[in-house]
């Protein structure tokens, strides 16, 4: 079973409603139907009711509904990157030690300029 068909499951459980829950995700109601029946399958028993578009969790479903939310948890910390070391020390530039140029100026190492 994927994590989008998680995801999906938590919103619908959430949402109560079939309809509801396919706007939020941005997904068909076919989609969600198709992605429930699939995570139904992968867990071997029935974890929600059905009444037209209205949703209710079973026992058994509101159970997994915890375990599905932890999942989802767990992937999302190990999506997040892990922060740059932003510690150190000031590295000293190894420039010339010249002054940048100023257009219209004569330039900064040169006693004159010439034509």
Do not use: C, W
């Not at 999302?76 to 100023?102: E, H, I, L, Q």
């Amino acid at each position: 079973m994927e994590i989008t068909q998680l995801r999906q499951f938590v919103a619908v459980a959430s949402e109560g409603h079939l309809g509801r829950a396919a706007t939020a995700l941005g997904v068909s109601r076919a989609t969600l139907r198709s992605s429930l029946d699939a995570v139904e399958a992968a867990v071997g028993t029935s974890l929600v009711t059905r009444t037209a578009d209205v949703v209710e969790l079973t026992a058994d479903g509101e159970r997994f509904l915890v375990t599905a939310r932890d999942e989802i948890a767990a992937d999302d910390a190990a999506k997040t990157p892990a922060k740059p070391n932003t510690g150190g020390k000031a590295k000293a530039s190894k420039g010339k030690g010249r002054a940048p140029k100023v257009k219209g100026q004569p330039l900064p190492y040169k006693k004159r300029q010439s034509r």
